[in-house]
């Protein structure tokens, strides 16, 4: 591995530790032993981050359409991180 891969998997390793992290603390945080109580956290911090994200500019100085497209990608990043984290006691699909 030369140099340039070792940083890049550097990189990757971060990101993915990174995410780890979150889903682990969201999960912590939005957990309850009712599974419906639980969901209904989980949707009120996906809602949270969305609805925040979208009320504010993020990059000033991009045209508006790409201002735009950022925030569904990262609106559909949100969703799909948190959509990952279960409730312990809910199988896989």
């Known amino acids: 591995m030369n140099d340039l891969e070792r940083t890049r998997c550097d990189e990757i390793a971060g990101q993915l530790a990174l995410l780890e992290l979150v ?15 639980f969901a209904q ?19 000033d100085r991009a045209p508006a359409e790409t201002e735009s497209y950022i925030k569904e990608a990262i609106a559909a990043q949100v969703t799909k991180i948190l959509t990952s984290i279960r409730h312990p006691e809910e199988q896989a699909p």
């Open 41 to 59: 956290r989980m949707q009120a911090v996906e809602e949270g981050i969305i609805n925040d994200l979208n009320s504010r500019t993020i990059f």
């Open 23 to 37: 889903r682990f603390a969201v999960g912590e945080i939005c957990f309850h032993t009712d599974q419906a109580v």
